[in-house]
């Protein structure tokens, strides 16, 4: 089995900087593209930020210039680094991961992590 643990959110002042991480353990051959989502009360969950498993990166329009995605291959760990945090910004924040078992390939999530960010 396959667990995505979530750590860093919280509450912050707009302007602010928060650094989400999620770290993958479990039974894992290997891991294809990673990313974070997040879902605001009342809205669709939309992708935030993905990362293949070389690196390259995409972000949504929203993001771009304020968020960083990152990755540590060896610790199974994406990150997301958030500056210049705006009150649009508040929703659960999710990870995922595409993880090769012994079972095959499918999508993980993680549990979600609260970002509020107060003007």
């Known amino acids: ?12 002042q707009a302007g602010g900087s928060l650094r989400l991480s999620c770290a993958a353990s ?4 290997s891991i294809n593209d ?3 989502y997040r ?3 009342g809205k669709q969950r939309e992708l935030v930020a993905a990362i293949s498993s070389g690196g390259s990166t995409n972000y949504a329009d929203s993001v771009k210039g304020r968020f960083t995605i990152s990755r540590d291959n060896a610790k199974n760990t994406v990150y997301l680094l958030m500056n210049s945090l705006k009150p649009e910004d508040t929703a659960v924040y999710y990870c995922n991961a595409d993880i090769s078992t012994r079972t095959g390939l499918r999508r993980w999530w993680g549990q979600g992590t609260q970002v509020t960010v107060s003007s």
Do not use: D
């Open 39 to 41: 879902q605001a009360p």
């Open 1 to 12: 089995q396959v667990q995505l643990v979530e750590s860093g959110g919280g509450l912050v």
């Open 26 to 29: 479990g039974s894992i051959f």
């Open 34 to 36: 990673m990313g974070w």
